[in-house]
């Protein structure tokens, strides 16, 4: 079945530490996002790419980096710069990027700090 | 700029009771709007989208009719059911071009038995 897999499915970061969330989809879509969710505030965007190897930044993009290297790819990186990473993490995708498309979610990453 | 209000949450009702879930918008341009919902633990999926003034989107027994004149969304439901205990999302995204979904807050439904 065709879908999005994000891994793992819970996570925990170090004080200084860098944790790289995965994203991974066999839809064959060109636009890919992540977003955080966060209790009561709904979705913001992060980064989101789409065509390979060019990536924008989103509403929320400090401390977090992301690669597109691979069509299928999207991993995010959450760096010790981002001071309060605690969230629910979501990537998705679309078939082109089209504002008309609909987005397929992952089951999404939560990252809590030890 | 865009945006999406949602009316808070948590909406409690008992089971066969009728949903609304209010939505109202602010855009530039000619926005697509959609409803998706957000089981525990789990991604968004849609659940049901409008592109023009007019347009009825329906799925599961959930119906959303775009209103252009008042500007919104509304999720409604004549007979909610247990299994619909979940978030939902209004969002809209413009057409005709590429542009990122804005998302509202979300709304927690809790059906009782």
């Known amino acids: 079945d065709g879908g999005i897999t994000q891994s793992p499915k819970y996570l925990f970061r170090k004080e200084g530490q860098n944790v790289t969330l995965s994203c991974e989809q066999n839809?064959?879509?060109?636009?890919m996002y992540w977003y955080r969710q966060d209790p009561g505030q709904g979705l913001r965007l992060i980064y989101y790419?789409?065509?390979?190897?060019?990536?924008q930044k989103g509403d929320i993009a400090e401390g977090y980096s992301v690669s597109r290297e691979k069509k299928e790819s999207f991993p995010l990186t959450v760096t010790s710069a981002q001071k309060n990473p605690t969230a629910f993490y979501l990537c998705?995708?679309?078939?082109?990027?089209?504002?008309?498309?609909?987005?397929?979610f992952g089951s999404g990453t939560q990252l809590s700090v030890l | 700029g865009n945006s999406v209000t949602q009316m808070e949450g948590p909406v409690t009702l008992s089971e066969e009771a009728f949903l609304t879930i209010n939505c109202t918008y602010t855009?530039?341009?000619?926005?697509?709007l959609f409803w998706y919902v957000q089981y525990p633990g789990e991604g968004l999926q849609l659940l049901l989208k409008?592109?023009?003034?007019?347009d009825k989107g329906s799925n599961k027994g959930f119906e959303a009719t775009y209103r252009k004149e008042t500007t919104s969304f509304h999720l409604e439901k004549g007979s909610v059911q247990v299994s619909d205990s979940a978030v939902y999302f209004c969002?809209?995204?413009?057409?005709?071009?590429?542009?990122?979904?804005?998302f509202g807050r979300g709304t927690s439904l809790i059906v009782h038995p």
């Open positions: 855009a530039t341009g000619y926005p697509s």
């Open positions: 969002a809209l995204s413009l057409s005709g071009g590429s542009y990122i979904p804005t």
């Open positions: 409008a592109t023009k003034a007019d």
């Open positions: 839809l064959n879509h060109d636009a």
């Open positions: 998705a995708s679309s078939r082109t990027g089209q504002g008309s498309e609909k987005l397929f």
């Open positions: 790419s789409q065509i390979v190897n060019d990536f």
